[in-house]
């Protein structure tokens, strides 16, 4: 598949939003960090600001983006729909978050930091479920989709929320511990969705696909387009092997082992903790946007079944 740009920001910079938006909210909830009014409001702050920087980035891939509010009226069967639903949404809770944490509401502050919570994993879950569901692309029509999504909006959340901390002098250590855990379940998880789909195959075939497959081996007699189209450019990209694995490896050095090593070098430095913090942060936030731009690349459509593709 080819990897847009304005879909990898988007999918990027929301999913550190809410992971930002989640894990503050569930800190809070818990009471392991403080609820000052200048470090919580930084969280919440930058959290918005990454979820609305995503979505607007979202709407330069639409044809016609004047006319994507018509996309909410179908929440009942399309996940792109619940997900511009449960994005709207989930600006209510959070707004209430900030507001209550300014004027320290006590326990409507846990209420609505919760609330913050489920709205955000809620959207992050639709999104991931747009790709999850779409049964002809075999790279994404498997189980580990979903977790990798909120498992990279949890580490790269975990991150920022423990650099907004950091720099405004607040405790940060749950934060920190937080993106310690969150990073190696990511690469886990991003281990194995990388061995699922170099040891497995789709199903389809150019025999299942035009429904020949009983007649015997079903082979391209001749091209349906004398030159490229727009199926072949948006369904056909093809990203080299060799690439791909170098790709791979930047991902898990860069923007896991790296930020996981930073991320434990804030809790045992002082002055420097808040830059290595950051750092930590962006490099984690790079890796991601590698790993999706791998996403999209190594993602193979049925429709090139019809193009001479032995398989999907």
Known sequence: MHPALSVILFTVASGA???SLALFGLLVACGWVTRAHAPGLTVLALGLGLVTAGLLSSTFHL???ERAWRALSQWRSSWLSREGVAAT???VPALLFALSLALDGGASTTLFALATLVMALITVGCTAMIYRSLKPVHQWHNGFVLPVYLAFSAATGALWVNAALLFRGAD???A??????TLPILAALKLGYWRFIDTTASPSTAGSATGLGPLGRVRLFEAPHSGSNYLL???GFIVARKHALKLRRIVLAIGLAAPFALSGLTLATGAAAPALALLAALLATFGALV???LFFAEAKHSVTLYYGAERA
């Open 17 to 19: 939003g809410y992971g």
């Open 63 to 65: 044809g016609h983006p």
């Open 89 to 91: 949404a989930s600006y």
């Open 172 to 174: 940060a250590r749950a």
């Open 176 to 181: 920190a511990v937080a993106g310690l855990l």
């Open 233 to 235: 450019r948006e369904m």
């Open 291 to 293: 790993e999706r731009w």
